[in-house]
C-alpha cells in the first residue's frame, strides 16, 4: 500500500467509525454514555477532517504532516487518575444495550489500532509517523472504551486489572 492508498484506506475507516459513534449516542440513553460516544464521534470527525487535509498535502507535495494531529481525548494516564477518584456517572444501573454498544465500539477502536499499527510499520518513515500518531490515539480510545465497559458491567476489573479477588 502506498502513502495515498494509506491516507484515503483511513479516511474510508474514520468516516465509518464517525457514523457508528453519532448512532450511537443516538441510541444510548444514559448520559454518560451519550458523553463518550459525542466525544468519541467527534474526535473520529477531527480525524477525518485532519486525514483530508493530510491527502491534500500529499498530494500537491507529496509529503505529511505528523506534527499537527491533536486529541480531544485524555491520555489513558489522565483517565485512569480522574476515574479512580470520581464515581462515574453511569450510576448503579446499566442497561445491557449500553454494554453492547461499549463492546462494539471497542471492537471497533481495536480493529483501528491494528490498522494504524500496521501503517505505521509498513509505511515511510515520515509517512509511518503519521499514522504512529493515529495509532497512540487510538491505543487511548481503547483504553477509555475498555474502562466504561469495566465499570458498566461491574466485572471487578478496571483497565483490565483485576481490582479485587473474593
Known amino acids: 500500500m502506498n502513502v495515498e492508498e494509506a491516507i484515503k484506506t483511513a479516511i474510508d475507516f474514520e468516516k465509518r467509525i464517525w457514523k457508528a459513534y453519532q448512532k450511537a449516542e443516538d441510541e444510548v440513553t444514559g448520559e454518560a454514555g451519550k458523553r463518550i460516544f459525542g466525544l468519541l464521534a467527534q474526535e473520529e470527525k477531527g480525524h477525518v477532517e485532519y486525514l483530508e487535509s493530510q491527502l491534500a498535502m500529499w498530494k500537491a507535495t507529496k509529503k505529511v504532516d505528523a506534527e499537527k494531529l491533536t486529541t480531544a481525548v485524555p491520555s489513558r494516564e489522565i483517565v485512569r487518575e480522574k476515574m479512580a477518584s470520581v464515581e462515574s456517572s453511569l450510576g448503579g444501573k446499566t442497561q445491557a444495550s449500553e454494554v453492547e454498544l461499549l463492546q462494539r465500539a471497542l471492537a471497533t477502536e481495536r480493529e483501528a489500532t491494528e490498522l494504524y499499527r500496521n501503517m505505521a510499520q509498513t509505511l515511510?518513515?515520515?509517512e509511518g509517523r503519521l499514522f504512529g500518531r493515529f495509532l497512540?490515539?487510538?491505543?487511548?480510545?481503547?483504553?477509555?472504551?475498555?474502562?466504561?465497559?469495566?465499570?458498566?458491567?461491574?466485572?471487578g476489573n478496571?483497565?483490565?486489572?483485576?481490582?479485587?479477588?473474593?
Open 124 to 126: 515511510p518513515q515520515e
Open 158 to 166: 478496571w483497565f483490565d486489572i483485576q481490582e479485587f479477588t473474593v
Open 136 to 155: 497512540e490515539i487510538e491505543e487511548d480510545h481503547t483504553a477509555i472504551v475498555q474502562a466504561e465497559i469495566d465499570y458498566a458491567s461491574r466485572t
